[in-house]
């Protein structure tokens, strides 16, 4: 069987595994089996957390809609229940939005749907 050396594969390979390591502390971004390690634990964590970061603005969005709407005497679920009965087609975004930005629109908004 022949000799396979894989010098420059890898060494581009574990050069570039420490390169998405750099800035960690200690062995993470100096040892290449910790650093694998921590990369492989960062992928996880990154994967997740841009699924949870979509739970978190909607949440905010929803406290924003709520705030707004019980100042004006209503609460949430009534709101969103007379949303969807007068066929209002605005996400919990652009309500959120339209709640912090422009308090006139969203009176007029309440004034509709009631």
Known sequence: MTRVKRGYV???????ILCQRAGSRGAHSILFRNAQQQNMKAMIYSHEHRKK????FRSLWVTRINAA???QGLSYNKFIFLLKTHKVLLNR???????ILD???FKKLLLVIN
């Not at 060494?11 to 570039?16: A, C, G, V």
């Not at 975004?93 to 709640?99: G, P, S």
């Open 93 to 99: 975004k652009m309500l959120a939005q339209i709640a």
């Open 103 to 105: 308090i006139t629109s």
């Open 53 to 56: 970061r979509k739970r978190d």
């Open 69 to 71: 709407v019980r100042e």
């Open 10 to 16: 890898a060494r581009k390979r574990r050069r570039s």
